[in-house]
């Protein structure tokens, strides 16, 4: 079989893989993080995404995308799941799902909205909820190929207990070099932290982030809204379009 | 198969492309910060595939034709939106006069934002520039002030903050095709990605 072209480019097509679930971490009261061990395959970068898809006794097929949590360890990948009222696919994924069950992966997919580990512009994440999930894989992956790059993250969450990844990010911020972490709560701050609840704003992008002159490369995640203000304070502030790349995450299942 | 999985109670949704599940709201996808184009400034250029230019102001293009398209709308991200209502120009109209042998188009929009399609696909009453969604002007973040409207390929063909059209010899993938996803885009046969 010979490989599709289109526009010069040769490409592999993207196929469907079996996963079986082989952990399943709890990260909050409304999300989960599901590692797969995923037979072929073959890497990817951090802030790309996978398709997961299920399949009922009847034949219905339901498939969502997740961002990837972490670089992949050999053919293991992580997804965190954040539950969506309603949803279809993801209070499978957190109720029913078990340890050895199968799940259809396709991917990655997205080379936008990635960080390539040998980058050494400074980078500025802006999450806002489960927003953080692709911005902790960058995380991870710039701690795990030893980088000295300067990250700053800047956290939009409902309270305290909302925090994804919560102790793993406290003690990022402490071991590894270069890494800062500032939270912004929206509904109810924790105690000791200075300020009211607010929705992320003008100071906060602006004490926490990187100064344009300083040229850095900004990924923002989040719902709409969220994604929407954020992006329009980088650029506000002076922070060029081309370098402010977003996510976001509309309803999903 | 995925066990215990039943999936949401389906009601029989005949205009649904296979994959795709009905939302009621209008869920934003874009790769960056929101570009925000000023009336007095924005304009429309065809270029043809020899380099002629075709420009049309926003009062040129308020005073063509106007349609008033009723369609679905399909996003690669799996969601569809059905029976929406537009109102913007025919790409026939704005083809009218253009002399051309090219088969390919790539549409650029404010911003950077590229995307490529079949220029046959383009015409034929199948494709517009709109202006106006469900009665008002389209909000910036849908596009606004004007964006390409393709209903019959996967969302991310019809170019929001639409500049212009390019038109080619050859194919040239645009911003989201270099980036894996299909050249042409067909919900029917949910060609999302490469290879599909």
């Known amino acids: 079989m010979t490989a599709p072209t289109a526009g010069g480019r040769v490409v592999a097509p993207l196929t469907w893989r079996v996963a079986r679930l082989v952990e399943r971490r709890v990260e909050t009261a409304t999300a989960q993080t599901l590692v797969l061990d995923v037979p072929g395959w073959p890497g990817h970068l951090p802030g790309q995404h996978v398709d997961l898809r299920l399949t009922a006794a009847d034949g219905y097929q339901a498939a969502r995308s997740y961002s990837l949590a972490g670089p992949a360890q050999g053919e293991r990948i992580e997804v965190t799941v954040q539950r969506v009222t309603d949803g279809e696919v993801s209070p499978y994924l957190i109720d029913t799902y078990a340890e050895g069950d199968p799940v259809e992966v396709r991917g990655p997919v997205g080379g936008w909205f990635v960080w390539q580990t040998d980058g050494t512009e400074p980078v500025l994440l802006v999450a806002g909820g489960s927003g953080v999930v692709p911005l902790m894989a960058m995380i991870r992956a710039r701690r795990a190929a030893g980088s000295r790059t300067p990250f700053r993250l800047i956290y939009s969450v409902r309270t305290a207990d909302d925090v994804i990844y919560a102790d793993e990010l406290r003690r990022r911020a402490r071991d590894d070099q270069g890494l800062d972490v500032a939270y912004v709560y929206t509904r109810r701050a924790p105690e000791g932290w200075r300020g009211e609840p607010h929705r992320i704003g003008l100071a906060d992008v602006n004490s926490h982030g990187w100064p344009p002159a300083l040229e850095p490369l900004c990924y923002v995640c989040g719902p709409t809204g969220f994604v929407e203000t954020a992006a329009d304070l980088l650029v506000g502030l002076g922070h060029p379009t081309r370098r402010v790349r977003t996510e976001r995450f509309g309803p999903t299942g | ?196």
């Not at chain 2, 494709?127 to 106006?132: E, R, Y």
């Not at chain 2, 019809?158 to 040239?172: E, F, N, T, Y």
């Open chain 2, 1 to 196: 198969m995925s066990p215990g999985f039943q999936g949401r109670p389906r009601s029989s949704a005949p205009d649904l492309p296979p994959g795709q599940y009905l939302t009621e709201d209008f869920p934003v996808l874009s790769a960056g910060p929101t570009p925000r184009v000023a009336l007095d400034t924005w304009e429309f250029v065809l270029t043809s595939e020899t380099g002629a230019e075709h420009r049309w102001s926003w009062d040129e293009l308020m005073r063509l034709p106007q349609d008033t398209p009723t369609v679905d709308l399909h996003c690669v991200t799996r969601w569809s939106k059905l029976g929406t209502t537009w109102q913007g120009v025919s790409l026939d109209t704005l083809f009218d006069g253009v002399d051309t042998d090219a088969r390919y188009a790539l549409a650029h929009s404010y911003g950077g934002y590229t995307t490529n399609l079949p220029l046959d696909d383009l015409r034929g009453g199948r494709a517009w520039v709109v202006h106006t969604y469900d009665g008002g002007p389209l909000p910036a973040e849908h596009g606004g002030p004007a964006r390409l409207l393709v209903p019959h390929l996967y969302l991310w063909k019809s170019a929001k903050w639409v500049r212009g059209i390019r038109l080619l010899v050859d194919d040239r993938p645009g911003f989201w095709e270099t980036a894996g996803y299909h050249d042409y885009g067909d919900p029917w046969r949910e060609q999302r990605y490469q290879g599909d």
